[in-house]
């Protein structure tokens, strides 16, 4: 099956740093999703995107379908991003998300 | 528009007692698909269903079923609990997730003890 794998596992910074996240897939893929997980659990959806880039306030995401990689951008780190972040896909006519391991991320004041 | 909402949210079963929790998909989304969130395991799928019907299910065992309404809302059950099922179940709602955006609900986190 498809294999997800984000990197690095975990990441610790000072607030103001940015960061690079990144998440390899083996298949080609129709659907990708980045989530940051709150402290309670909940996932939040960060950016759908299959192909290209988006971006949204301090945060961007690119994917290279091609290549089968996507990185997500964090710029000027605040405490409140810390938490750990998933990279996700979907592939072909599967109906599941398959997702990676997640960074953790560590932002210190 | 409402999101996804998971009930309940905490649940403290016994071994061998069987547990039902809920997932109301967002208005309009026929896809709800389950995950079962543990340290050691990571995110894992569960199942999906899509207009009633599972379309995919994971490797779990037999004792993990789950099923989908008319009106879209979907109800997972675990019979015979033991003390590994314990974990972070969420949910996740799509219009189609085979190639839409998914929406996850806050998650029922069940303990069995």
């Known amino acids: 099956g498809i294999q997800v794998e984000q990197s690095p596992p975990d990441l610790i910074l000072q607030e103001g740093a940015n960061s690079t996240l990144r998440c390899n897939f083996s298949d080609s893929v129709n659907n990708l999703q980045w989530f940051h997980q709150n402290p309670w659990g909940q996932l939040i959806n960060l950016f759908y995107?299959?192909?290209g880039t988006k971006q949204n306030g301090r945060l961007s995401a690119t994917t290279v379908a091609t290549e089968r990689y996507s990185l997500l951008y964090i710029s000027s780190s605040q405490t409140t991003d810390s938490g750990v972040y998933f990279c996700?896909?979907?592939?072909?006519?599967?109906?599941?998300?398959?997702f990676g391991s997640g960074t953790r991320l560590s932002i210190r004041p | 528009k409402a999101g996804v909402t998971q009930t309940p949210r905490y649940l403290i079963k016994t071994r061998g007692q069987q547990v039902t929790l809920s997932c109301s998909p967002i208005?309009?989304?026929?896809?709800v698909s389950w995950y079962q969130q543990t340290p050691g395991q990571g995110l894992q799928f569960l199942f999906e269903?899509?207009?009633?019907?599972?379309?995919n299910k994971g490797n779990f065992p037999g004792r993990f079923s789950g099923r989908q309404f008319s009106n879209s809302r979907s109800e997972m059950n675990v019979s015979t609990l033991e003390l590994g099922d314990s974990a972070l179940y969420l949910c996740?709602?799509?219009?189609?997730?085979?190639?839409?955006?998914?929406?996850f609900g806050q998650g029922t986190r069940l303990t069995v003890v």
């Open positions: 996700a896909v979907l592939y072909s006519s599967a109906s599941k998300i398959i």
């Open positions: 996740a709602s799509s219009s189609n997730v085979q190639n839409t955006e998914a929406f």
């Open positions: 995107i299959p192909s």
């Open positions: 208005s309009g989304h026929r896809s």
């Open positions: 269903y899509f207009s009633e019907t599972q379309r």
